[in-house]
């Protein structure tokens, strides 16, 4: 059933990437809603999912934009690694460790995505606009971490891949 559950987080994380616009005063940033699930499955479950959710997510970032593919496959399970590593010190529901993870794996990718990418030539970006844009997906991905955490958790409960909230009492 977790199976089913990412691919279903997948394919909605990829079609709401693909529709929300780039942000052109961040550079072009685009919302990093694919690496928050891998970021999700870093915290919540065990390594193997959090791998196959990098594979899956980066292969479809990589063929909804104009990056070689297996780019972005390398960059999340690297940002999913770092995130894994650190999951003991970080409760479940931390909105501010959420945020910051977020902001800093977005950053990180987005930066280690245009090292490779320029190493093969396969961009000419000047490094301002990439900063930019580094800067940008660091913004967007803090922002938006916590909110994906909250839908995948939310999918999981209403799917019965998670118990659900029990009604608190009242005095």
């Known amino acids: 059933m977790t199976l089913l559950v990412m691919m279903l987080a997948l394919l909605m994380g990829a079609a709401f990437q693909a529709l929300l616009p780039g942000w052109t005063w961040l550079g072009g940033a685009q919302p990093p809603i694919l690496l928050t699930l891998v970021l999700f499955y870093a915290f919540a479950h065990r390594r193997g999912w959090m791998l196959c959710c990098a594979l899956v997510a980066g292969l479809l970032q990589d063929a909804l934009g104009q990056v070689p593919l297996g ?9 999913g690694l770092a995130a894994q590593r650190y999951r003991e010190d970080v409760v479940e529901d931390a909105f501010l460790a959420q945020m910051v993870f977020g902001g800093l794996a977005a950053g990180a990718t987005t930066g280690l995505l245009y090292v490779l990418l320029l190493h093969t030539d396969a961009i000419t970006v000047p490094p301002a606009l990439a900063l930019r844009k580094i800067f940008g997906t660091a913004l967007l991905g803090a922002l938006l971490t916590p909110l994906a955490f909250r839908a995948v ?3 999981e409960r209403q799917l019965g891949e998670r118990p659900a909230l029990k009604p608190e009492h009242g005095p």
């Open 153 to 155: 958790i939310s999918l």
């Open 71 to 79: 780019f972005s496959c390398f960059c999340f399970g690297l940002a």
